[in-house]
């Protein structure tokens, strides 16, 4: 519902009741969902990280998708570098990653197998999105 007089815009419409039980049209727009890739380059011990396996480049993508996800709002720039402490720390528990020693790099993009390690615009009407199918990682 919205106050009486205020228009809404957008491309979409939808109906909502107020409080007086009358059915109004309100206007909206969705934010454009930008799907994001990256790369992401860890330095591991060789005598932990194997331990857990595949498990491991699972737990860092679930941990970085995790991040990304409360970073990455509407007109929210993606910034690579916020990232970083997400492939140390499982985003979802709190607890260490075992065997990661350090990140050399994170590249993003629109596309597979991304170059850019820089921040990406998003504009305010756009949201960036990570998706685990969407990220990969190599050992350095």
């Given amino acids: 519902a919205k106050p009486a007089g205020v228009l809404s815009y957008g491309t979409t419409s939808g ?7 009358a059915v109004q049209t309100v206007n909206f727009s969705r934010a454009e969902q930008i799907e994001m890739y990256l790369e992401i380059d860890i330095m591991i011990d ?26 990455w709002q509407v007109g929210t720039d993606v910034v690579p570098s916020a990232l970083y402490g997400a492939v140390f ?5 709190g607890s260490p990653i075992p065997g990661v020693l350090g990140v050399s790099a994170i590249r993003q993009g629109i ?8 921040n990406r615009t998003i504009d305010f009407d756009q949201i960036a999105l990570a998706d685990t199918a969407r990220v990969s990682i190599f050992h350095v």
């Fill in 89 to 93: 720390t499982d985003r979802l528990t």
């Fill in 15 to 21: 109906e909502a009741t107020d409080r007086t039980g």
């Fill in 111 to 118: 596309a597979p197998s991304p170059a850019d390690t820089g």
């Fill in 46 to 71: 060789p005598d932990v990280f194997p331990l857990i396996g595949d498990a491991g480049d699972e737990l860092v993508t679930s941990s970085v998708v995790a991040e990304a996800g409360a970073r």
